[in-house]
């Protein structure tokens, strides 16, 4: 070996190089933009009423468990909690959405921040994702939805400041947000595949090698494995629901998948995320993140494959927008007069966005934006549901209630009932829909007449109720165009075998 092998060979290696600093966070006006989102969305929470998904959760808060045949333990764990703190309200039961709402804004900002966005592009960032239909719409209610965007977010910030930095241990703040979006929704799975299949295809893939790797999984497996105990203790009945989802709605879904990932955020921050996918892909600066690019198009894969909801994939189109961001506010520096288009971009999606997404239009004016976001139309009506139940439950002798049932076909009508039900001297409300299930059925002792609420047509599940009669229908008093308006109110003499025997037909997973 000659001496300058000999040198070369035992020279220490270099250290890797240092990631780059950060530009400094725009935290005033982003502070700014969540505060407005904030009070925006507390202002309007009670003008209509609970969403039927509210309703169901509200009632699940006040069954705990460590899962439900529809979801983990999360999203009903904090309806009980916000009905503790601040009450039972629509607006009280909103204030952890508008929280969530506002987190979102800023991993969003702290996004564009990871990629290299200056303030403006931070404060760009920022207003995008407050003014984008999705993120108004899901800070309005509280659903599962509302935690699995921030929760996916999380995951994309921690994963992208683990690229950036190389460092390891943000494997942890990894695992750590993935068993907490479990805990929230399983959903997450997808992003998981997505990030792995997109780090494995373009790297860096030095970061898998890292020793952390398998403390983030035990973080994540620690916290998802009460709820998956108990959903194979229950013959994985998620896998049901998603089922009937993918086989009822997949067509549909996927064909409104692309039209609805635009429509969603607002078609006008599509050249945003376009310059977006454009930059990771190209850009040598950011080429530790063009995973996420690669991502975002194996989610889509995954999202399409299965029939599921396009909102699933928008947490990495969002990334794509922050990712978008800095290149748009570059473009508008290079000509200032680009100034006008690029504000009144914001100002029109500010506009359309919170129409749609927001309670406010008159009650009755709702049909106008329902074929957007039936979601409005579904906060319309429960009242009105409880009042023709109550006609008919005054058709039953008062000798013979004690003996009578109030059964829902679906759970937003079994959650109206529960709400809005004692105050009209109803009854504990059956349901052989989703969780409702587990709570019933009914003793076998209650062999008398049924109050049935139902929207549809009857099918085969209500065979066994026998000299069923028409009563009333629901009518919401807007002539809102929502699931449950003219839904039937029928009373039935009976069933034809007793509750214990009838239940399993009566449940349904969609």
Not at 294 to 319: D, E, F, T
């Amino acid at each position: 070996m000659s001496r300058v092998e000999k040198r070369t060979s035992t020279e220490p290696l270099l250290p890797a190089p240092a990631p780059r600093a950060l530009p400094p966070l725009a935290t005033l006006p982003v502070s700014l933009i969540m505060f407005a989102v904030f009070a925006v969305q507390t202002a309007v929470s009670s003008r209509y009423g609970f969403h039927r998904d509210e309703l169901y959760f509200v009632v699940a808060g006040r069954h705990l468990a460590w899962g439900y045949v529809d979801q983990p333990p999360l999203t009903p764990l904090l309806a009980r909690v916000s009905g503790e703190l601040f009450g039972d309200d629509p607006q009280d039961l909103r204030i952890f959405a508008a929280l969530a709402c506002a987190a979102t804004i800023l991993v969003v900002a702290l996004i564009a921040r990871e990629f290299g966005s200056g303030r403006p592009g931070q404060l760009l960032a920022a207003a995008c994702t407050a003014t984008s239909g999705i993120v108004l719409g899901v800070g309005h209610l509280w659903s599962t939805a509302t935690l699995d965007i921030l929760a996916w977010l999380l995951v994309a910030w921690f994963t992208l400041r683990l690229l950036r930095t190389g460092d390891g241990r943000w494997w942890l703040a990894v695992g750590a947000a993935v068993g907490g979006a479990m805990l929230n929704k399983y959903l997450v799975g997808y992003l998981v595949v997505a990030l792995l299949v997109g780090l494995f295809a373009v790297g860096p893939r030095d970061v898998l090698r890292s020793r952390w790797l398998g403390g983030g999984i035990a973080i994540a497996v620690v916290l998802a494995t009460p709820g998956l105990i108990w959903q194979a203790g229950h013959d994985w009945p998620q896998f049901t629901v998603a089922a009937g989802i993918g086989s009822d709605d997949g067509t549909t879904n996927r064909i409104m998948f692309v039209p609805l990932q635009i429509a969603y955020l607002s078609p006008l921050f599509v050249p945003i995320w376009v310059a977006g996918g454009i930059c990771l892909w190209r850009s040598e600066q950011l080429r530790w993140a063009r995973s996420i690019l690669l991502g975002y198009l194996v989610l889509c894969v995954l999202v399409i494959g299965s029939g599921g909801k396009s909102y699933y994939a928008l947490p990495l189109l969002l990334v794509l927008v922050a990712a978008g961001c800095e290149p748009t506010v570059r473009w508008v520096a290079a000509r200032p007069a680009r100034r006008v288009p690029v504000g009144s971009m914001l100002l029109i999606a500010t506009v359309t966005s919170a129409v749609i997404s927001l309670p406010l239009l008159p009650a009755a004016k709702v049909n106008a934006v329902n074929g957007i976001n039936p979601e409005q139309g579904e906060q319309i009506g429960w009242p009105e549901l409880a009042d023709a139940a109550a006609v008919a439950w005054t058709r039953i002798p008062p000798e013979q209630r004690d003996r009578a049932v109030l059964f829902a076909g679906n759970y937003g009508e079994a959650g109206a009932l529960d709400r809005y039900g004692p105050a009209r001297g109803l009854p504990k409300p059956y349901s052989g829909h989703m969780s409702f299930a587990d709570w019933g059925p009914p003793p076998d002792r209650a062999d008398g007449p049924v109050v049935i609420v139902r929207e549809g047509e009857a099918t085969q599940r209500f065979r066994d109720f026998v000299d069923c009669r028409l009563v009333t229908r629901v009518d919401n008093g807007k002539g809102v165009d929502n699931e449950e308006q003219h839904a039937v109110v029928e009373l039935c003499a009976g069933t034809a075998r007793p509750w214990s025997s009838l239940w399993p037909d009566l449940r349904h997973f969609y």
